[in-house]
């Protein structure tokens, strides 16, 4: 101290802490407004950013107050000098806390938006937020007056031993932001890799794949595997797909009628099923003479992956109920077995006995 602290410095340093967590208090009350009208609007970056304002300007405005109320102390240069760069230190770590939130915040947006579903690309939100948080950590350092340069060095040489111990951990990292990168897969997306896991992508972060099967269950697939291997996507280039159904009739059938009751049946069920394409052109091939029948392929359209076991129920029964109705028989297999009377074989072990009359003769 310079001088003996007064009456006067005390009620100095108490109005400016005061006045700061006034100030505080009554822009985050701002801001909570600020964040309702927020909610309204289409853009979902709005409420990112005034919701992590809402922390770092109370933050900031309670540090001012505190650096104020330190300036009005008769505080020594050294002991002054300490608490500003304390108290920068903080404000600084509040705004690096803050930056990542809103980075982060507004990379998962954009994500979202992409991709157009509910899931996030986290890979790259863990991203952005491990660099932000570095960088402010490097800052902060240098404000306490610690030297970064060794830090860094130490880190450089460091980094390739690293790289080598998690050469599988990096491998699946770049290979999540190739996938993503590309747009080969994106969350929401309905997959089948060649091995046989199928399912929507749920997420897609810094190591592996989350696929959920229909059965509700999670796959987890390394990033580096879903790279390399043989895959198809049933929603790209767009969800709406086609889906074939074998049917058979008799051949006594007048297939000008039965090409006409089906279309007629595919056309009810695009119309009257959730998940149907309603603007689907119904299509009847035939193709086959079979055994017993003939074969034909019923070409149906199906708004994404998962809708085609409905619509294939439903086209099924409305088709057998139009058929019979119609008087159009779908028949059974059928099979003709020739059974030619003749010898029974032998007991094993017991020679056959020939009957001499049975012996060709030679004329």
């Known amino acids: 101290m310079t001088r003996a602290l007064t009456l006067h410095d005390w009620i100095v340093a108490a109005i400016a802490v005061f006045a700061g967590v006034a100030a505080g208090l ?42 104020a109320a330190a300036e009005a102390l008769p505080l020594t240069h050294r002991t002054g000098r300490n608490v500003t760069m304390t108290l920068t230190a903080l404000l600084i770590l509040a705004a690096t806390l803050t930056a990542a939130r ?15 579903v509910a899931g996030s690309a986290t890979i790259f939100v863990n991203i952005t937020r491990v660099v932000v948080l570095a960088m402010g950590f490097l800052v902060v350092l240098q404000t306490l007056g610690i030297s970064i340069a060794p830090l860094l060095t130490a880190l450089g040489v460091g980094g390739l031993a690293v790289a080598l111990a998690l050469q599988d951990t990096l491998a699946n990292l770049f290979a999540g932001v190739h996938i993503l ?12 890799l060649s091995s046989g896991e199928e399912g929507y992508v749920v997420d897609i972060n810094w190591r592996n794949t989350t696929v959920r099967q229909l059965s509700n269950n999670l796959v987890i697939i390394p990033n580096a595997k879903l790279a390399g291997t043989n895959m198809t996507n049933f929603s790209r280039p767009e969800q709406e797909l086609s889906i074939m159904v074998q049917v058979g009739v008799s051949y006594d059938s007048d297939l000008e009628h039965v ?5 007629e049946v595919v056309d009810e069920v ?6 149907a394409v309603p603007d689907h052109e ?16 019923v070409i149906l359209g199906v708004g994404e992956f998962s809708d085609q076991y409905r619509i294939k129920h439903e086209f099924i029964k409305r088709l057998h109920q139009r058929y019979r109705a119609e008087g159009i028989r779908v028949p059974a297999p059928a099979r003709t077995v020739t059974v030619q009377q003749g010898e029974l074989p032998p007991p094993l072990g017991i020679p056959h006995q020939r009957d001499a009359s049975s012996e060709p003769r030679v004329h």
Not at 28 to 47: F, K, M, P, Q, Y
Not at 181 to 192: E, F, H, L, W
Request: with cysteine.
């Open 102 to 116: 809103i980075v982060t915040g507004l990379v998962r947006a954009v994500a979202q938006s992409r991709s157009g």
């Open 26 to 67: 009554l822009l985050r009350t701002t801001l909570r407004w600020l964040g309702e009208r927020a909610s309204r609007t289409r853009w979902s970056g709005d409420d990112v950013i005034v919701d992590a304002l809402r922390t770092l300007v109370p933050c900031a405005a309670i540090t001012a107050g505190l650096a």
């Open 259 to 263: 090409e006409r009751v089906t279309t």
């Open 282 to 297: 119904a299509a009847v091939r035939f193709h086959t003479f079979g055994d017993s029948r003939i074969s034909f392929t």
């Open 181 to 192: 990168a590309a747009k080969t897969v994106q969350p929401g997306d309905y997959i089948r």
């Open 270 to 275: 695009m119309t009257d099923i959730t998940g």
